[in-house]
C-alpha cells in the first residue's frame, strides 16, 4: 500500500491519478471532506502525530509531501512529526519532496526542507528524495496588450510543471532502483523573451512593482540563481519533460497563426 499525505492538495491529486491503476494508494488528508475521489482516505494532520500514526500504518511506501505551511520552525515541526510516525509504524520506505538546494543551504526557502532530509537520512527508513524546482505553474506568461512583461532581466529559469513532477513521483514510488537517491529534479531552461518570440509578440522588461515573494524571486532569476540544469527529471520520467514554450504555443496556438496571416 502506498500512502499519499497531503493528499488534497493539487500535487497529491495528480499523484493519485497517475497511481490509481498502478498500485493500492491510499489518501491521507487533514479534512476528509477534501479528499480525492476513487481511492480509501484516512485522516492525518501534520499537527496532529496520533493521526499520522494511525494513517501511516500498514503502509508499505510513503510520499511525504511537503507541508504548505509557510512558518519554517512549525513546518520544521510538522515534517519532523511525519517522519517520526512513518518510522513508528515501520514505514517501508519514504519519498519527500524537497527542494532545489536543500542539500547544501540550510536557511530561508530550504531552511525546512534541509532539516527534513536530515531527519529523514537519521530515521535509517529507505528513501527517496525528490528535490524540485519552482512549478512552471506559477510562471506561464501571460499577454497582455500584446505583449508580455517580467522583472527577470531576460534570465532563464529551470521550472518544471507539476504534472510532470507528479508523474515523475508516481515512477519513484512504484519503481526499482530509486532507494538511497536524492533527484534534483530541473525543466528545461526557458526565458520570457524566448516565450514572446515563440509567440511573435513584444518583451518588455518591468522593474518589480511591489516587495514580496515573486519580486524575490525575479531577483533570484536575475542573478542566474534559477538556471542549474540536469537530467534527473527526464531519467524518471522517461521522455522530456513538458516545456514552457511549447505549453504556451499549445494554448495560443489559434493567436499566432492569425498573427502570421496579418
Avoid: C
Amino acid at each position: 500500500m502506498i500512502a499519499i499525505s497531503a493528499a488534497s492538495g493539487a500535487l497529491g491529486r495528480l499523484v493519485i491519478s497517475h497511481l490509481r491503476s498502478r498500485a493500492e494508494v491510499v489518501a491521507v488528508v487533514r479534512d476528509p471532506e477534501r479528499a480525492p475521489e476513487g481511492v480509501p482516505v484516512r485522516h492525518g494532520d501534520y499537527d496532529d502525530p496520533a493521526s499520522l500514526r494511525e494513517a501511516f500504518d500498514g503502509a508499505d511506501r510513503l510520499l511525504l509531501i511537503s507541508s504548505p505551511e509557510l512558518d519554517p520552525t512549525r513546518r520544521i515541526r510538522q515534517h519532523l512529526a511525519a517522519v517520526a510516525a512513518a518510522k513508528d509504524v515501520g514505514v517501508g520506505a519514504i519519498v519527500f519532496t524537497s527542494f532545489l538546494g536543500a542539500d547544501t543551504v540550510a536557511t530561508g526557502m530550504t531552511e525546512a526542507y534541509h532539516a527534513t532530509e536530515q531527519a529523514i537520512l537519521d530515521s535509517g527508513l529507505p528513501y527517496t528524495l525528490l528535490r524540485h524546482p519552482f512549478y512552471s505553474d506559477a510562471f506561464v506568461p501571460q499577454v497582455s496588450s500584446g505583449e508580455i512583461t517580467s522583472s527577470t532581466g531576460g534570465r532563464s529559469l529551470n521550472t518544471a510543471f507539476r504534472s510532470d513532477l507528479a508523474e515523475a513521483a508516481a515512477n519513484v514510488l512504484t519503481g526499482e532502483g530509486h532507494w538511497g537517491q536524492a533527484y534534483d529534479f530541473t525543466g528545461s531552461l526557458w526565458s520570457y523573451p524566448e516565450v514572446a518570440r515563440a509567440l511573435e509578440v513584444t518583451y518588455r522588461e518591468v522593474p518589480d512593482a511591489v516587495p514580496g515573494p515573486m519580486s524575490w524571486i525575479s531577483a533570484q532569476v536575475r542573478a542566474g540563481a534559477l538556471e542549474r540544469q540536469t537530467p534527473d527529471l527526464e531519467r524518471v520520467l522517461g521522455r522530456p519533460a513538458e516545456t514552457v514554450i511549447s505549453h504556451v504555443l499549445d494554448r495560443h496556438a489559434p493567436q499566432v497563426l492569425q498573427r502570421r496571416r496579418l
